[in-house]
């Protein structure tokens, strides 16, 4: 990954399914304007984030808000309506806000796209967790391996911070 502690997050748009099921567009600087969030956890309806990632999030909703978060954003390089239909199929309700970069524009300014063609997947994002306080980077942690959740587990990290 090309970001970094101490970076600004870039401007990029994310798209998310409001209430009423419509596509919306918002830029992630807006979604982390005065709050500390918790973003990361590529790979919509993959094992591993599936199994392990998302739920662990979900499941440690509360002790993150303990820890000041604000709010927890999920971001995969999928549609919004996988995204939507992913935080559905995980009962991520409200602790999760579920945001799609179909076109990789925030997953490439961030440096976290890998080449996943052989799989038949395509550029997707390496698996990541990031720590971010009003749209600058303080904590963030990247697998080494897509299909490993250690570092970027939701249980590791808030240890962590």
């Not at 956890?41 to 199994?51: E, I, Q, Y």
């Not at 076109?103 to 300014?109: E, M, R, S």
Request: hydrophobic fraction near 35%; include cysteine.
């Amino acid at each position: 990954m090309r970001i970094k502690i101490g970076d600004k997050l870039p401007n990029s748009e994310l798209f998310y399914l409001d209430q009423n099921n419509d596509v919306k567009k918002i830029d992630i600087s807006d979604l982390c304007e005065g709050k500390t969030i918790i973003l990361g956890m590529p790979g919509a309806f993959t094992k591993t984030c599936s199994a392990l990632h998302l739920p662990g999030y979900i499941k440690n909703y509360d002790l993150a808000s303990q820890k000041g978060i604000t709010k927890i954003i999920c971001i995969a390089v999928n549609d919004p309506n996988v995204m939507k239909a992913w935080g559905e199929n995980q009962n991520a309700g409200n602790k999760i806000f579920m945001a799609g970069d179909p076109f990789l524009k925030f997953t490439k300014a961030i440096g976290a796209e890998v080449d996943k063609s052989e799989k038949g997947l395509g550029i997707r994002s390496n698996r990541y967790t990031m720590l971010v306080e009003n749209g600058e980077v303080k904590k963030v942690e990247e697998e080494k391996e897509t299909a490993t959740c250690e570092l970027s587990s939701a249980e590791s990290f808030l240890k962590s911070i």
